[in-house]
């Protein structure tokens, strides 16, 4: 009898409490410990998913979006007078026949060396006709990517979609 007395009481002669799985029951421990674990894992999932979203997604799927602007919405800005740079990335040949109104000529095997020239504030619209759009979109993350281009966008359907509307283009050699 003293002997279980003595497991019930601390060494300074106290009645000890009960643990949890003595007053729940080792089950019933367990289901919290379950909940709380599982409530952790939900609450840090929907953090991430909030505040960094890369990580949940591990970058599957994603792709970078591609800025682009309506052919009639840079016919808008034109007739409003708004000022933007327009830059051409056709072959300079080609420039000089025909082009929008005030573009540069940066033709798109130059870019690389030649970026510089394509001012980081203001609008800035590429445009081309090249035989892929995937050129254009290549030089659009080379700025944006690797120069750190964060004002440019892509006239969508190109030059020759812009002549076959017969919206204004300048002939003279610039």
């Known amino acids: 009898m003293e002997k279980a007395e003595g497991n019930r009481q601390q060494n300074d002669g106290r009645p000890k409490t009960a643990d949890r799985s003595s007053v729940l029951g080792p089950r019933s421990v367990l289901r919290i410990e379950t909940h709380f674990l599982l409530g952790s894992v939900i609450l840090i999932t929907v953090w991430l998913s909030a505040f960094w979203p890369g990580v949940i997604e591990g970058g599957h799927g994603t792709e970078d979006i591609v800025d682009t602007v309506t052919i009639e919405r840079v016919k808008f800005f034109l ?18 026949q ?16 030649r970026f510089r020239e394509i001012p980081k504030t203001g609008r800035v619209i590429l445009y081309c006709d090249c035989p892929q759009n995937e050129l254009i979109q290549e030089a659009y993350q080379l700025l944006k990517d690797d120069y750190g281009y964060r004002n440019i966008a892509i006239m969508a359907d190109g030059f020759r979609e812009w002549v076959k509307r017969k919206y204004p283009v300048e002939t003279a050699s610039k």
């Open 79 to 96: 007739d409003a007078g708004e000022k933007l740079t327009l830059i051409d990335l056709r072959p300079v040949k080609d420039f000089k």
């Open 98 to 113: 025909k082009r929008l109104p005030g573009a540069r000529s940066i033709p798109i095997k130059e870019l690389d060396k």
